[in-house]
């Protein structure tokens, strides 16, 4: 959801609740709309219909996250799958390197904080925290973690990994464009695909192997292994379906780039159907450990 407030406001008002939700109306009768308001204690914001907000809320160009009661969240948030978000002293939600209570954390661009993974060469551990003598991995684990974020410039998000329509047995596995794929009307060939040998891979499988080969080489080995949360490492791709009889025809391949507490942060084309590249999407420990994914990793 989305709402662009016009400013922040604090008005003399009576709290009133339907089946809806709650709001505040003013003594002439008027109601908060796209608004602020402040309790002397709280921060609430207000829809454009009205009603009080709560969770998630894309507002201003940054999002938000209101409690249960409305009140505005600021400090950690661990959200129902246990990853945990930090909001600072405006509400604002932090990406990137962030300092609390004198450690540092790194938190992805969808919000969630990094665990038990490589970030810039600094290793995050069960808590998320920077810890400092963990050294004997860092050149390679950084390594990866730099390649992956090259990737992102030249496989830009919500752009679309296709060829459209170009001579199917040519090169184009780096080809990126504007116009998303029309499946159903012109079928797989329309898509791009990575050539390894004589195996070729379509759309979000193509496109995990593509960064695959691009993080270690088309030298490095594959080794398959059945998918285990606790195995899985930033740089493995894995393909997951509904049940083992869905895997060849329903299967859906991601690349890991990120690993949290009870998630994993992935880079995928195919994205809603029409091979849109999508970067920081999240798969649950839970929902993975629901279906079947069998899982390569390179080192």
């Excluded at 405006?90 to 938190?107: D, H, I, N, P, R």
């Amino acid at each position: 959801m989305s709402a662009g407030m016009t400013a922040h406001a604090s008005a003399e008002g009576y709290w009133r609740h339907d089946e809806t939700g709650w709001w505040v109306q003013f003594q002439d009768g008027t109601c908060a709309r796209q608004m602020w308001l402040s309790d002397g204690e709280k921060w609430y914001a207000f829809d454009d219909t009205g009603y009080m907000i709560t969770g998630w809320w894309w507002i201003d160009g940054n999002w938000y996250y209101f409690d249960a009661d409305g009140g505005m969240h600021t400090g950690w948030l661990c959200d129902a799958d246990g990853t945990w978000y930090l909001l600072d002293s405006s509400g604002v939600m932090k990406t990137g390197w962030q300092e609390s209570s004198g450690a540092w954390y790194y938190l992805y661009s969808n919000g969630a904080m990094a665990v038990n993974s490589w970030v810039d060469g600094c290793y995050l551990d069960a808590s998320g925290a920077w810890k400092q003598d963990a050294v004997q991995q860092q050149d390679f684990t950084s390594g990866i973690t730099d390649t992956i974020n090259s990737m992102r410039t030249k496989y830009p998000d919500n752009m679309y990994w296709n060829h459209v329509g170009l001579d199917e047995s040519a090169d184009y596995s780096s080809t990126v464009t504007s116009t998303p794929c029309n499946h159903a009307l012109n079928g797989l060939m329309y898509c791009n695909s990575y050539i390894l040998g004589n195996v070729r891979g379509y759309q979000c499988d193509g496109f995990a192997r593509k960064l695959s080969d691009e993080v270690f080489g088309v030298e490095a080995g594959r080794t398959e292994y059945a998918y285990s949360f606790d195995k899985v490492k930033v740089g493995d791709y894995l393909r997951y379906s509904p049940s083992k009889e869905t895997f060849v025809a329903e299967g859906h391949t991601v690349f890991v780039i990120g690993k949290t507490k009870d998630s994993l942060i992935t880079a995928e084309a195919n994205y809603g159907g029409n091979c849109m590249i999508h970067w920081d999407g999240v798969l649950t420990k839970e929902y993975l450990d629901s279906i079947y994914a069998e899982c390569i990793t390179r080192y």
